[in-house]
């Protein structure tokens, strides 16, 4: 199947095999971005209407988080039919237009994939659970309780509790790593990987141009369930007995890599199809390396260094990107400052009267950064953390765990279009799933989209600039100074040299010494320039090599 004839081809940079490397990835999500039919909850019509805005901003794909037929109990990612759309999205004729709408404005197509778990309602679950002989008997992940009836092992899901539940109808136990909702595929059976390969490919041939795969570290088990050793104390503190563990038989066990050969198998019958994969836990450098190693692997992984990063610091910053070297079989990294899951990073990063200035600096930064970048949506617009009362909340963490939660509902309120309008234009009805928040109703589409000082115009702009310069699109990247303020590094792409300068700090700082001065500036925020770096200033320029 040719893809390269449904994207418009005067573009040269976002066509080809490998169109994803050092692509910008603009993130959908879709309860919240556009809401068409008047129920509060964004669809894929809303989705389609606006991409407009969307290629207007620069990037070179959209990555749309699960629209697939689910009971929501985790909003998606509880699958209950990976091959449906759930009718709160829309249908798969939807889903078509939307597809061809992005082709033509020339923006790739890629969606979430969930191998690790489906949703109890999924009928392949419903079949397993029926009995401990039927044909999907070992499709998900069961066992005897031991003597005393207790589980099996003493493995604690993400979501709080017990990582097992009972199940009367097989007198066994299911595995679930996140809600009890979410039983465990059992991704060692070559039959559930021939499914979910099957999965693959029937939103390839619908035209999509690739996949990122949810929790794909937690895809298989160790099936002697061994008890997860107790974890030491690293001074965080702990509000789920998940914590309390070393995640050692849960999850990553060293046979995922065989599947993922498998995926990228598939994905590479296809044209220019991207992988990244989500990684998350403790050990996730070394999963992620592990991957994307090779041309037989993904084809990047992204963690979790920034999402729940407290601080961003220019020692942030370096450790994450020395992890990745320009060096043979070290896969290729993709980078987001915020997401889905995890607060808005202006709430958590800088003072309320420092977000102004600190956006400016945060997206110049995610532009100059060596891999994918990955823009949640209103990212762009600066919006900020919305306080959503308990009474009001719709996420099972976050209600499981209050009032200790990461509190996700307040990253996932909808997308505030129009000022001045009722629910900010992202609804016709009086009562959206989540409230848009006072703060980020003046931030919105409308208020930015025509004032060229706005953060929304920086984003575009910046956003330009890496298609435009090769060294900040795909060069190598050295990390050449990063102290408690100053972050400087040099990104090279065969003679051109770009050196992008920080000032992560609230105060004025000196240049640093050694770094010339002598450069042509082609991109400042903050007042900065050439041998002056002010408060949240930042500076790239172009030298000669």
Known sequence: MNRLSRIDAADQSRVGHDWWRGAAIYQIYPRSFRDSNGDGIGDLPGITERLDYVAKLGVDA???????????????????????????????????????RAHGLGLRVTIDQVYSHTSDQHAWFIESRASRDNPKADWFVWADA??????????????????????????QYYLHNFLSSQPQLNCHNPAVQDALLGVARFWLDRGVDGFRIDALNFAMHDPLLRDNPPAQPDGKPRTRPFDFQQQLFNQSHADIPRFIERIRALT??????FTVAEVGGKDAEREMKLFTSGE????????????????????????????????????WPSWAFENHDAP???????????????????????????????????????????????????????????????????ARTPLPWQAQSEQGGFTASSAPWLPLGEENMARAVDRQDNDPAS??????????????????????????????????????????????VFNISAAEIGWPDGLGTTGTPIFAVGGAEPGRLPAFGAVLIRESN
């Open 62 to 100: 959209i990555w749309i988080s699960p629209f697939f037929t689910s009971p929501m109990a985790d909003f998606g990612y509880d699958v209950a039919d990976y091959c449906g759309v759930d009718p709160i999205f829309g249908t798969l004729a939807d889903f078509d237009a939307l597809v061809a």
């Open 146 to 171: 031991k003597p005393d009836g207790s589980p099996p092992s003493n493995w604690q899901s993400v979501f709080g509790g017990p990582a097992w539940t009972w199940d009367a109808r097989r007198g």
């Open 268 to 273: 590479d019958s296809y044209d220019g199809i």
């Open 296 to 331: 037989a692997r993904l084809n990047s992984a992204y963690g979790f260094d920034f999402l729940y990063a407290r601080q961003l610091t220019p020692a942030v910053v370096a450790r994450a990107l020395n992890q990745w070297p320009d060096a043979p079989d070290i896969g």
């Open 344 to 410: 808005r990073a202006l709430s958590r990063w800088c003072a309320p009267d420092q977000r102004e200035a600190f956006a400016r600096l945060k997206v110049t930064l995610l532009a100059a950064l060596r891999g994918n970048i990955i823009i949640y949506q209103g990212e762009e617009l600066g919006l900020t953390q919305v306080e959503i009362p308990f009474e009001q909340l719709q996420d099972p963490e976050a209600i499981a765990n209050w009032p200790l939660t990461l509190a996700r509902d307040g």
């Open 455 to 500: 953060l929304l115009n920086l984003t575009r702009t910046l956003l330009a600039l890496r298609h435009q310069i090769p060294a900040l699109r795909n060069g190598t990247c050295e990390v050449v100074l990063a102290d408690e303020a100053r972050l400087v590094l040099r990104r090279t792409s065969g003679s051109e040299v770009v050196l992008a």
